[in-house]
């Protein structure tokens, strides 16, 4: 016989007591070891044998070596007897106390066959001496007797089950499923014994036993609380009369109260489980038994969320079957409509977390139902996208927690990597408690932490090397992704909105559509019908899911500007990214998402455009929507040059990165409010990367085209206008000057060839047609406007300021800012310009005529034919050209003497002047107040729009829209206008008195 030691190293933890154990199995001692180390606690199994094999010696002679010799010699039933032996003390216990039971695991068929409920609740009724085939059926067995063969009779098909469980790997759905038909026997058997206890006054009720919770779903445990309901109704006597109201009510609380003694009290052969009938209507505190008449008054007027929650399980499983249905039919209704409650998500997910924070200390972080991470987690969130979402698909309306899960990833509802994670960790959680509750059949839900019973808990799931850490690690990574799954399914923004649906529209019917569409306010009905049948038309997982959002998202365009637009947006979106698979994922877990995505949709053409040609931008709507800065970007699209082929292409890898950052730069001030001086600063910033990026293509495309091995000239950009005071919007064009100077060494003519063929390659690279929009370069600010040279030297812009440039010239250089190029060019142009336009003197008095001047003809002549002056965005009353021209006067009379006026912005300039006192602080409020609310318009109406404008709308959907953009509610657009309008006027007065004087 094997060594104490070999017994340490194949599982046994007392290898010396094994050896005496195994030496007293005698021949059966050897081919039994296998088995008996290949079980959850080998120790634990072997001397549970050896006491088996002494019970049957005493009840025969020889009995116990007999069964030895037979297990030995059968493999099926060692396995079987070996695995129970080794998990549970309790069913040892049973087993020496009903030695004969044994027997029950011989059964070959006992891996293969689940036992029909039927042939269950006949086993348990004829173990109490009632004929199955009764309507009514009765105990005929003395009470104490019955009490007993009901235990034991329930112990013998556990401890089938439990071998079934343990030694043939079955399903934990398929376990739990099990255990519940043998609940629901058992309470069958335990309601003939009741009547019995009642005597001949029992025929006066009918009561129906409705399973709640775990039982009620199928997926009962080895050992817990059975949650019941009973309601009854007064029987039809063999006199043909109805039973008296008050003797049925009597009979069928002394029923319950029965059943539930039954079950739960201890007898010689112990108890069963207790049977909990708290989730009963007004629970503790009210009725035992109602009826029906009576649930429904109270479901009706009084229950809360929490209790058609419950309700989600109910299942009839004793008693009265048919009073038991009509119970089902009656509450149905009430449950699949209870999502529509105000505040119904929010109420499940506080009622999660008040379960939370009543875990006792000592046990939150070893919980395996109710922690964080734990089995209630998993249920919670499948509860509520069931009773969200199963208002309109019947499939829903599942019971059991894994069913469910499986319905709602077959769906759409829950992605299918999400949902085979959860239904992979909630398998795993379910049969860690039941392993934990086998082995004393106790109940109980806390992960011991003591290392023998982590050990057996280990190797009961499989690890037999190093068991504890290896089930420590597997029960750690499943909760970390409960945990994660449940906050991202049960507190998904989308589920509120779907909730507040009607529930005969919370899942799409092209039947009932076009009313609705009609209702919600789709100015073309029809062709929205169009385009929900294009979307959801099929049997694919794409099209479920698409029918799931768009009720939701309908409401949501609905609440935008231009609700067709919207819906047509969002089916050319759809149908660019087809079946990519994060889209629709997104959308449906991400609500914020989801429903960014359709106020920009049915807001904007603008970002609709972008979206369109960048369908991958989506992606962003989930993401902090903060403009880029220039040297991030710049970083992005030098990246993409290494690997570009030609000119053309990177330019286009350039291109498609401003494109994205233009469509996150719109939707932060579509749905994240970014403030217009920021959405200024962004755009000015992507261009500055934007002309960097593309000059260096320019720079390196000319050198290979005349085959120098080194560019002859710097070269910079000087950003001018809006551009170069960081203000652009999404129309404007990129105001520019080019500077350049020759590299030493090289010819004046040379440099001056090459520089202009590099400007010229940069506005062609530019302007070649894209997908994105076109930046615009313009050169037409430079000395000699479009007559003069595209590119200068320093020398050459210093000499023509110095003998032919006028006063106007003088103020656009107020925002001149070097941007791109060479950063020495820069540096110097900068020293150049800067005594020009910030003179310490000051402008002469006649040139504050001629300025004055020059802005009474441009606001003369450039106000296009048929423009109305006061809502004109540029050179309107109180206008930005109003605002700009007063700060630009203020800069070049005072410049020279107040730093903070050195400044292309306009706001910092306008705060400067302040300080300093050259115009009162009200009046500075005053224009700073027109400049942002003109400039966020005039972005408004570009993004509606699609294009720019600087005409306030006269079309009453696009003014509604951009009342919308600026934050206004639902139907304030002439608001909006008369806002507008006081605004312009006062700043208009402001400017009469501080630029006109």
Same mark, same amino acid.
């Given at each position: 016989?094997?060594?104490?030691?070999?017994?340490?190293?194949?599982?046994?933890?007392?290898?010396?007591?094994?050896?005496?154990?195994?030496?007293?199995?005698?021949?059966?001692?050897?081919?039994?070891?296998?088995?008996?180390?290949?079980?959850?606690?080998?120790?634990?199994?072997?001397?549970?044998?050896?006491?088996?094999?002494?019970?049957?010696?005493?009840?025969?002679?020889?009995?116990?070596?007999?069964?030895?010799?037979?297990?030995?010699?059968?493999?099926?039933?060692?396995?079987?007897?070996?695995?129970?032996?080794?998990?549970?003390?309790?069913?040892?216990?049973?087993?020496?106390?009903?030695?004969?039971?044994?027997?029950?695991?011989?059964?070959?068929?006992?891996?293969?066959?689940?036992?029909?409920?039927?042939?269950?609740?006949?086993?348990?009724?004829?173990?109490?001496?009632?004929?199955?085939?009764?309507?009514?059926?009765?105990?005929?067995?003395?009470?104490?007797?019955?009490?007993?063969?009901?235990?034991?009779?329930?112990?013998?098909?556990?401890?089938?089950?439990?071998?079934?469980?343990?030694?043939?790997?079955?399903?934990?759905?398929?376990?739990?499923?099990?255990?519940?038909?043998?609940?629901?026997?058992?309470?069958?058997?335990?309601?003939?014994?009741?009547?019995?206890?009642?005597?001949?006054?029992?025929?006066?009720?009918?009561?129906?036993?409705?399973?709640?919770?775990?039982?009620?779903?199928?997926?009962?445990?080895?050992?817990?609380?059975?949650?019941?309901?009973?309601?009854?109704?007064?029987?039809?006597?063999?006199?043909?009369?109805?039973?008296?109201?008050?003797?049925?009510?009597?009979?069928?609380?002394?029923?319950?109260?029965?059943?539930?003694?039954?079950?739960?009290?201890?007898?010689?052969?112990? %108890?069963?489980?207790?049977?909990?009938?708290?989730?009963?209507?007004?629970?503790?505190?009210?009725?035992?038994?109602?009826?029906?008449?009576?649930?429904?008054?109270?479901?009706?007027?009084?229950?809360?969320?929490?209790?058609?929650?419950?309700?989600?399980?109910?299942?009839?499983?004793?008693?009265?079957?048919?009073?038991?249905?009509?119970?089902?039919?009656?509450?149905?209704?009430?449950?699949?409509?209870?999502?529509?409650?105000?505040?119904?998500?929010?109420?499940?997910?506080?009622?999660?977390?008040?379960?939370?924070?009543?875990?006792?200390?000592?046990? %939150?972080?070893?919980?395996?139902?109710?922690?964080?991470?734990?089995?209630?987690?998993?249920?919670?969130?499948?509860?509520?996208?069931?009773?969200?979402?199963?208002?309109?698909?019947?499939?829903?309306?599942?019971?059991?927690?894994?069913?469910?899960?499986?319905?709602?990833?077959?769906?759409?509802?829950?992605?299918?990597?999400?949902?085979?994670?959860?239904?992979?960790?909630?398998?795993?959680?379910?049969?860690?408690?039941?392993?934990?509750?086998?082995?004393?059949?106790?109940?109980?839900?806390?992960?011991?932490?003591?290392?023998?019973?982590?050990?057996?808990?280990?190797?009961?799931?499989?690890?037999?090397?190093?068991?504890?850490?290896?089930?420590?690690?597997?029960?750690?990574?499943?909760?970390?992704?409960?945990?994660?799954?449940?906050?991202?399914?049960?507190?998904?923004?989308?589920?509120?909105?779907?909730?507040?649906?009607?529930?005969?529209?919370?899942?799409?019917?092209?039947?009932?559509?076009?009313?609705?569409?009609?209702?919600?306010?789709?100015?073309?009905?029809?062709?929205?019908?169009?385009?929900?049948?294009?979307?959801?038309?099929?049997? &694919?997982?794409?099209?479920?899911?698409?029918?799931?959002?768009?009720?939701?998202?309908?409401?949501?365009?609905?609440?935008?500007?231009?609700?067709?637009?919207?819906?047509?947006?969002?089916?050319?979106?759809?149908?660019?990214?087809?079946?990519?698979?994060?889209?629709?994922?997104?959308?449906?877990?991400?609500?914020?998402?989801?429903?960014?995505?359709?106020?920009?949709?049915?807001?904007?053409?603008?970002?609709?455009?972008?979206?369109?040609?960048?369908?991958?931008?989506?992606?962003?709507?989930?993401?902090?929507?903060?403009?880029? &800065?220039?040297?991030? %970007?710049?970083?992005?699209?030098?990246?993409?040059?290494?690997?570009?082929?030609?000119?053309?292409?990177?330019?286009?890898?350039?291109?498609?990165?401003?494109?994205?950052?233009?469509?996150?730069?719109?939707?932060?001030?579509?749905?994240?409010?970014?403030?217009?001086?920021?959405?200024?600063?962004?755009?000015?910033?992507?261009?500055?990367?934007?002309?960097?990026?593309?000059?260096?293509?320019?720079?390196?495309?000319?050198?290979?085209?005349?085959?120098?091995?080194?560019?002859?000239?710097?070269?910079?950009?000087?950003?001018?206008?809006?551009?170069?005071?960081?203000?652009?919007?999404?129309?404007?064009?990129?105001?520019?000057?080019?500077?350049?100077?020759?590299?030493?060494?090289?010819?004046?003519?040379?440099?001056?060839?090459?520089?202009?063929?590099?400007?010229?390659?940069?506005?062609?690279?530019?302007?070649?047609? %894209?997908?994105?929009?076109?930046?615009?370069?313009?050169?037409?600010?430079?000395?000699?406007?479009?007559?003069?040279?595209?590119?200068?030297?320093?020398?050459?812009?210093?000499?023509?300021?110095?003998?032919?440039?006028?006063?106007?010239?003088?103020?656009?250089?107020?925002?001149?800012?070097?941007?791109?190029?060479?950063?020495?060019?820069?540096?110097?142009?900068?020293?150049?310009?800067?005594?020009?336009?910030?003179?310490?003197?000051?402008? &002469?008095?006649?040139?504050?005529?001629?300025?004055?001047?020059?802005?009474?003809?441009?606001?003369?002549?450039?106000?296009?034919?048929?423009?109305?002056?006061?809502?004109?965005?540029?050179?309107?009353?109180?206008?930005?050209?109003?605002?700009?021209?007063?700060?630009?006067?203020?800069?070049?009379?005072?410049?020279?003497?107040?730093?903070?006026?050195?400044?292309?912005?306009?706001?910092?300039?306008?705060?400067?002047?302040?300080?300093?006192?050259?115009?009162?602080?009200?009046?500075?409020?005053?224009?700073?107040?027109?400049?942002?609310?003109?400039?966020?318009?005039?972005?408004?109406?570009?993004?509606?729009?699609?294009?720019?404008?600087?005409?306030?709308?006269?079309?009453?959907?696009?003014?509604?829209?951009?009342?919308?953009?600026?934050?206004?509610?639902?139907?304030?657009?002439?608001?909006?206008?008369?806002?507008?309008?006081?605004?312009?006027?006062?700043?208009?007065?402001?400017?009469?008195?501080?630029?006109?004087?």
């Amino acid at each position: 016989m094997s060594s104490s030691g070999t017994f340490v190293r194949i599982g046994f933890v007392d290898g010396a007591a094994a050896a005496r154990g195994i030496e007293r199995l005698g021949a059966a001692g050897r081919p039994l070891t296998d088995k008996l180390a290949a079980t959850a606690d080998p120790d634990a199994a072997l001397a549970g044998l050896l006491r088996l094999a002494d019970a049957l010696d005493e009840q025969a002679a020889g009995a116990g070596p007999a069964m030895l010799r037979e297990v030995a010699d059968d493999e099926g039933t060692a396995m079987r007897l070996c695995s129970v032996l080794g998990a549970s003390v309790a069913l040892t216990h049973h087993l020496v106390r009903h030695p004969e039971h044994w027997r029950e695991l011989t059964d070959p068929t006992l891996g293969s066959t689940r036992p029909a409920a039927y042939a269950v609740r006949e086993a348990m009724l004829e173990a109490v001496g009632a004929d199955p085939r009764d309507d009514v059926p009765v105990s005929g067995l003395p009470d104490a007797e019955a009490l007993d063969l009901l235990r034991v009779e329930y112990r013998r098909i556990l401890l089938r089950l439990a071998a079934r469980d343990l030694a043939h790997h079955v399903g934990v759905d398929d376990v739990a499923a099990e255990i519940s038909d043998l609940a629901a026997a058992t309470l069958e058997a335990a309601l003939a014994v009741a009547r019995a206890r009642v005597g001949e006054t029992a025929c006066s009720a009918r009561l129906a036993v409705i399973a709640m919770g775990k039982c009620g779903g199928h997926e009962l445990n080895y050992i817990s609380d059975v949650d019941v309901v009973f309601v009854y109704e007064p029987a039809q006597l063999e006199s043909g009369e109805r039973a008296d109201e008050g003797t049925a009510l009597r009979v069928a609380t002394q029923l319950a109260s029965h059943l539930m003694r039954i079950c739960a009290d201890h007898t010689r052969e112990g %108890a069963i489980w207790p049977v909990d009938a708290n989730l009963r209507p007004e629970g503790s505190q009210g009725p035992l038994v109602r009826t029906l008449a009576s649930h429904r008054g109270y479901y009706e007027k009084w229950a809360k969320t929490w209790e058609f929650q419950a309700l989600l399980k109910a299942r009839p499983v004793a008693g009265d079957r048919r009073l038991g249905r009509a119970y089902l039919e009656m509450i149905e209704p009430m449950v699949w409509s209870v999502a529509e409650r105000d505040g119904f998500v929010t109420d499940v997910q506080a009622m999660r977390r008040r379960v939370v924070d009543h875990i006792p200390a000592h046990q %939150a972080e070893r919980q395996i139902k109710l922690g964080s991470g734990g089995l209630r987690d998993v249920e919670f969130a499948v509860q509520l996208l069931q009773l969200v979402h199963g208002r309109a698909d019947p499939s829903l309306r599942e019971g059991a927690t894994l069913s469910a899960l499986t319905q709602l990833t077959r769906g759409g509802y829950v992605g299918r990597e999400d949902g085979e994670k959860l239904h992979e960790a909630y398998a795993f959680l379910r049969t860690l408690e039941h392993r934990i509750q086998l082995y004393q059949l106790r109940r109980t839900h806390v992960l011991p932490e003591d290392e023998a019973s982590l050990r057996r808990l280990g190797r009961s799931l499989g690890h037999l090397s190093e068991p504890a850490v290896q089930l420590d690690k597997q029960w750690r990574y499943h909760r970390r992704e409960v945990r994660r799954l449940h906050e991202k399914l049960f507190y998904r923004p989308l589920l509120g909105a779907v909730a507040k649906l009607p529930g005969t529209e919370a899942r799409l019917s092209l039947e009932a559509a076009e009313a609705r569409l009609a209702a919600l306010g789709y100015a073309d009905p029809k062709a929205a019908l169009r385009h929900l049948e294009a979307l959801t038309s099929g049997v &694919s997982r794409t099209s479920d899911i698409q029918r799931t959002l768009l009720p939701v998202l309908l409401e949501w365009f609905a609440d935008s500007a231009d609700p067709d637009a919207g819906l047509f947006g969002f089916r050319r979106i759809s149908e660019s990214l087809g079946r990519t698979p994060w889209y629709l994922t997104m959308l449906r877990d991400e609500g914020e998402v989801a429903q960014r995505l359709a106020h920009v949709l049915g807001t904007s053409r603008y970002a609709t455009d972008l979206l369109e040609r960048e369908p991958q931008g989506v992606k962003m709507l989930g993401e902090p929507l903060v403009p880029l &800065s220039a040297e991030a %970007a710049l970083a992005e699209m030098q990246a993409l040059l290494e690997r570009a082929e030609s000119p053309e292409a990177a330019v286009g890898a350039v291109r498609a990165v401003r494109r994205r950052e233009l469509l996150r730069i719109a939707c932060g001030e579509l749905v994240a409010g970014t403030d217009v001086a920021v959405v200024g600063q962004g755009l000015s910033r992507l261009t500055d990367a934007t002309l960097q990026a593309t000059l260096d293509i320019a720079t390196e495309s000319v050198c290979a085209q005349r085959g120098l091995e080194a560019p002859p000239s710097r070269i910079a950009v000087i950003a001018m206008g809006r551009y170069g005071g960081f203000e652009l919007s999404y129309g404007s064009d990129a105001d520019v000057m080019f500077v350049h100077e020759a590299v030493e060494g090289v010819e004046q003519q040379v440099a001056a060839s090459f520089a202009k063929a590099v400007v010229s390659e940069v506005r062609r690279l530019l302007s070649l047609p %894209a997908s994105d929009p076109p930046l615009e370069v313009d050169p037409d600010l430079r000395p000699e406007g479009k007559n003069g040279p595209m590119v200068r030297t320093v020398e050459s812009y210093a000499a023509y300021y110095a003998k032919w440039s006028h006063v106007w010239e003088f103020q656009a250089l107020l925002r001149a800012d070097p941007v791109a190029g060479d950063e020495d060019l820069r540096r110097r142009f900068t020293e150049l310009i800067d005594p020009i336009r910030f003179p310490v003197e000051g402008i &002469s008095q006649r040139d504050v005529m001629e300025v004055r001047r020059i802005k009474a003809r441009v606001d003369d002549e450039r106000l296009p034919r048929g423009a109305d002056r006061q809502t004109h965005l540029k050179l309107g009353r109180g206008g930005l050209a109003d605002v700009e021209w007063t700060v630009q006067l203020l800069q070049m009379r005072h410049a020279g003497t107040v730093e903070g006026l050195r400044t292309p912005q306009t706001l910092p300039a306008l705060e400067a002047a302040a300080e300093a006192g050259l115009i009162a602080e009200a009046d500075a409020r005053t224009l700073a107040e027109a400049w942002r609310l003109v400039s966020r318009v005039r972005n408004a109406v570009t993004l509606v729009r699609g294009k720019p404008s600087d005409q306030l709308p006269r079309d009453a959907r696009e003014r509604a829209a951009v009342a919308r953009v600026l934050g206004y509610p639902q139907g304030s657009s002439d608001q909006m206008v008369n806002d507008y309008l006081r605004t312009t006027r006062r700043a208009h007065a402001v400017v009469e008195r501080a630029f006109w004087e």
